[in-house]
């Protein structure tokens, strides 16, 4: 099973922008579809946005045009670029990594990082 582990988070003022990034410990190429979620105090988790295998992206409404979501499967790295974030978008933010196969093993998840965003 991978291991991943997020970086990048802080705090941050409105408008402002962070860039998220998400290490795996081993190759993701050709294996995993990557994800970010995000979780905010007393709110469910829930999918931000989506990087399939072949690169292609989705997005919750909330963060469509401001997000972008990008992998590198030479580094094994996953990135979350947030442009324009609001306090709405406080939240502890998770990477996962969803295997197309069970032979690689179950989904994954990284500890989590905090962003921020307030005066």
């Known amino acids: 099973q991978v291991q991943l582990m997020e970086s990048g988070g802080g705090l941050v003022q409105p408008g402002g922008s962070l860039r998220l990034s998400c290490t795996a410990s081993r190759s993701i190429f050709s294996i995993y579809t990557m994800n970010w979620y995000r979780q905010a105090p007393g709110k469910q988790r829930e999918q931000v946005a ?8 989705d997005y919750a409404d909330s963060v469509k045009g401001r997000f972008t979501i990008s992998r590198d ?5 996953v990135t979350l670029q947030m442009n324009n974030l609001k306090p709405e978008d406080t939240a502890v933010y998770y990477c996962n990594a969803v295997p197309w196969s069970a032979f690689y093993g179950d989904s994954s998840w990284g500890p989590g990082t905090q962003v921020t965003v307030s005066l």
């Open 50 to 57: 989506t990087i399939g295998r072949t690169g292609s992206t």
């Open 73 to 77: 499967d030479v580094k094994n790295t």
